[in-house]
């Protein structure tokens, strides 16, 4: 049974982080989707929100016979990833700038837990420019961001933005 955890935070999910999930049900049984909570950042949605639209996404792409599960996790990923019996985490790497930081992450997990093995995974060329943080803020300034995200996230993020407007003007 080969078990991998995939963390992130997710705020929110893109169609760079379900294309690693695709490319990872390839390679294992079962993935964990795991939504950190992290009290110390202010997130645009909760992690609540987040697992369940991750949740409702997952459910709509192509997985084989991959088991996908998402959850919450606080505290050391390795520790939870121990928890989990899980062999392996999951990360994507976009260009050569996220590496050095993947990389401290990497080696640190391992010296933390060294049963578990963290694995690299390229998300396809068309998704290695986007990030969350650019979705939202593109998305918040008026740009489209179709294409990049699920179809449900873009009508979560309209759903968010319009709420904060109204609530901005009242
Ligand atoms: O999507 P992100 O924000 O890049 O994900 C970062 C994440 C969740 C993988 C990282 O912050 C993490 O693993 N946090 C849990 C706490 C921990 O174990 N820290 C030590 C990492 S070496």
Redesign the pocket.
Known sequence: MRRAIY????DPVTNGHLDIIQRGCKLFDEIIIAV?I?PEKTPFFSVEERCDILRAVVKEIDHGECVLTVESFA????QYAAERNANAIV?GIRAISDYEYEL??AL??RR?GPGIETVFMMAHEAYSFIS?RLIKEVFSLGGNITGLVPPSVEIRLQARLSRNKIKGAS
């Open positions: 963390p992130g935070s997710f950190l992290n505290g050391l990923l390795v990360r401290q992450m640190m997990n933390l969350s």
